[in-house]
């Protein structure tokens, strides 16, 4: 019996991890888990699986939800209490599925208690590669990627010379918008952008999906998790969603993981790595039914949030800090309806060339950064 705290758990991938932990109860169960303030969703969940530890957002949430669950479970809240589900000493694993940098503290707490980590955060890599997979190896501890295109990668090289690794191709598929020139975006609005064609998924990585940053995302996690520098790394748009990613070898052989679009495929695989395990929640894949599948390479001026990602990764330092802090803030004014959203990657640029890099910073810097970049970017939207 495998022991999860679950990190982000009533929203679309923490969800659908306990959808495989349910479909696997006799080889997984849930220690802790952390939820923000979704009481009516969280409360099936807790008198479910009956976690003996709980955190929420803030201790008004924690007040309201202590007189409806048992008293026998522990309630905490804030970032401490994720940080306590994180590292909750009879848990094996932690998946963490929290949206924003707000995870990134509790995947270091994890890994310092030796947990095994499912990572569907991507904000932990991006703002903090560097500290996060040094400490991983410094702690012996796996960081086992959850994201669709990570994990096909991760499955593209089991059993293969790493060293022989030429490329990796992370495919995307090109998101709400793939059908409009850019001219046309200038009036898109919210319920547009949140109309994604193949995956259903939270609003913030639907908005990064229309404005392709969660692929520049995407090559910055790839960069720290696989140790493969960015000249290496390809994006690739693939309208279907069958094809996850792809691995090209030294022989120019390529090796790609496919099947139809669903998380619960990588979720079930982070959780029994290295086995693989049946499931009645996932369909099979018949190429037959398919008939085409279609590869497109990504326009950088179409889609220049890719750019951005690209240089910001390459210059490291606190600049990929700075790139995810300045999208969180300019997504989260566009779901509001506040800005336009070609305004977001402008938001994005301007923070960017407003920063002087600090290399090699640490924690304290990165966090500080984060902030002072929040403020810069919400002064501008205001």
């Known amino acids: 019996m495998k022991k999860i705290s679950l990190l982000g758990a009533t929203g679309s991938v923490g969800t659908q991890t306990l959808e495989v932990i349910r479909e696997h109860a006799d080889q997984f169960s849930v220690a802790a888990l952390a939820f923000g303030q979704n009481i009516d969703a969280a409360l099936p969940i807790i008198h479910e699986f009956r976690p003996r530890l709980v955190s929420v957002k803030n201790k008004q949430v924690a007040d309201q939800l202590r ?22 000493t009879d848990s094996d694993m932690l998946v963490n599925a929290v949206l924003g940098s707000i995870g990134l503290e509790p995947t270091l707490a994890a890994i310092e208690a030796g947990k095994t980590i499912g990572l569907a955060n991507k904000e932990t890599l991006v703002t903090a590669g560097h500290i996060v997979m040094q400490r991983a190896k410094e702690s012996g501890v796996s960081v086992l990627p959850i994201d669709s295109e990570h994990s096909a990668i991760f499955q593209s090289i089991q059993g293969q010379d790493r060293s022989a690794i030429s490329k990796l ?43 392709m940053m969660n692929k520049g995302l995407e090559v910055i996690e790839a960069h720290w998790l696989f140790h493969m520098p960015y000249e290496k790394i390809e994006t690739l748009i693939h309208r279907e969603s069958i094809v996850h990613s792809l691995v090209e070898y030294a022989d120019h052989s390529v090796m790609a993981q496919m099947g139809l679009p669903s998380m619960l495929v990588p979720i079930q695989y982070a959780l029994s790595y290295p086995s693989r ?60 309806k506040k800005i336009a959203f070609l305004d977001i990657e402008r938001y994005v640029e301007k923070a960017l060339e407003h920063h002087q890099t600090v290399h090699n910073p640490d924690l304290r810097t990165i966090e500080a950064v984060d902030k002072e970049t929040r403020v810069f970017v919400a002064d501008l939207i205001n």
């Not at 193949?198 to 908005?207: C, D, P, Q, R, V």
């Not at 894949?285 to 949030?305: A, M, W």
């Open 67 to 88: 007189i409806q669950i048992d008293s026998g479970i522990k309630l905490v809240y804030g970032v401490e209490g994720m940080i306590e589900v994180a590292s909750a």
């Open 169 to 211: 191709i992370i495919t995307a598929s090109g998101g709400s918008f793939r059908d409009l020139k850019r001219e046309d975006l200038e009036k898109v609005t919210v319920n547009d952008a949140l109309k994604h064609p193949n995956w259903s998924m939270g609003a913030k990585i639907t908005i990064d999906s229309a404005t």
């Open 277 to 336: 395990m049946k499931s009645r929640l996932t369909k099979p894949l018949h190429l037959s039914e398919i008939g085409n599948l279609h590869f497109q390479k990504v326009d950088t001026c179409r889609y220049p949030s890719v750019s951005l990602a690209y240089q910001a990764g390459k210059e490291g330092g606190t600049m990929p800090t700075v790139l995810n802090a300045a999208n969180e803030v300019a997504v989260h004014a566009f779901l509001k």
